[in-house]
């Protein structure tokens, strides 16, 4: 939603269902699974970045940071499903599609992950011309 949230600018919530048969679960980590917290992390950006198209941004999604992140939990092959909730903070349209918000993620109705500052923003023109200079590249 483009209203609401602990700021009212926006808000976002979505569900991941987990099973043991997600791929990470059997390299991450031998005889002791469990999700990389950099792919929480990285459902948060995602997320972040879906908002930005759904409220009209058009481009190439690029995750620009995260000011603070604690992990306090971890996700589980027999955890049943995650909760990403994400409280947007700041949005802007000028001169690009931007969002700053504030993340949880939760397991259990238990909150695991936290993360404050995300920013994402939307970009044109980041195609890649492989062969030539990287210092041409516009990003």
Request: proline fraction near 4%; glycine fraction near 12%; charge should be neutral.
């Amino acid at each position: 939603s483009d209203e609401g949230g602990k700021y009212g600018k926006g808000e976002i919530k979505a569900e991941l269902d987990i099973n043991e048969s997600l791929w990470f679960f059997d390299c991450h980590f031998k005889n002791d699974p469990v999700m990389p917290g950099c792919l929480g992390l990285d459902g948060f950006w995602q997320l972040i970045g879906f908002f930005l198209t759904w409220a009209g941004g058009q481009g190439r999604g690029r995750a620009l940071g995260v000011k603070d992140l604690k992990f306090k939990g971890q996700v589980r092959p027999f955890h049943e499903k995650i909760i990403y909730q994400i409280d947007i903070r700041k949005f802007i349209t000028k001169p690009t599609y931007m969002a700053w918000g504030d993340a949880v993620l939760e397991v259990k109705d238990k909150a695991i992950y936290f993360a404050k500052g995300l920013q994402v923003g939307l970009f044109d023109k980041l195609t890649w011309d492989y062969g030539k200079d990287p210092a041409l590249d516009p990003f």
